[in-house]
Nanobody, 114 residues
Framework: QVQLVESGGGLVQPGGSLRLSCAASRSIFKDYTMGWNRQAPGKQREMVAM???????NYADSVKGRFTISRDNDKNTVYLQMNSLKPDDTAVYYC????????WGQGTRVTVSS
């Protein structure tokens, strides 16, 4: 079964941190770039971060220096460490595999509010 299961979302105050996790089926993880996208209310889904099988990363300008994507190839898991969170980071975060066709998780909600 092909699936991505996110966890780790929640409510956090501005300036706080969260770590998102995404457990993947091996068939859509091992040989593929993995990524995190997000969709805020009333906005289009946007790329947040991505990581290749070799560990090369790319980030949206809005999160550079605050978010870190990583992957554990033994656990078939990709992570998103989010620091210095801002209210603008409030969104549903989706894990995805860059397999063709793309595979998406169900999303985990992150709310940054005081």
């Amino acid at each position: 079964q092909v699936q991505l299961v996110e966890s780790g979302g929640g409510l956090v105050q501005p300036g706080g941190s969260l770590r998102l996790s995404c457990a993947a089926s091996r068939s859509i993880f091992k040989d593929y770039t993995m990524g995190w996208n997000r969709q805020a209310p009333g906005k289009q889904r946007e790329m947040v971060a991505m990581i290749t099988t070799g560990g090369n990363t790319n980030y949206a300008d809005s999160v550079k220096g605050r978010f870190t994507i990583s992957r554990d190839n033994d656990k078939n898991t990709v992570y998103l460490q989010m620091n210095s969170l801002k209210p603008d980071d409030t969104a549903v975060y989706y894990c995805n595999s860059y397999r063709n066709p793309r595979v998406w998780g169900q999303g985990t909600r992150v709310t940054v509010s005081s």
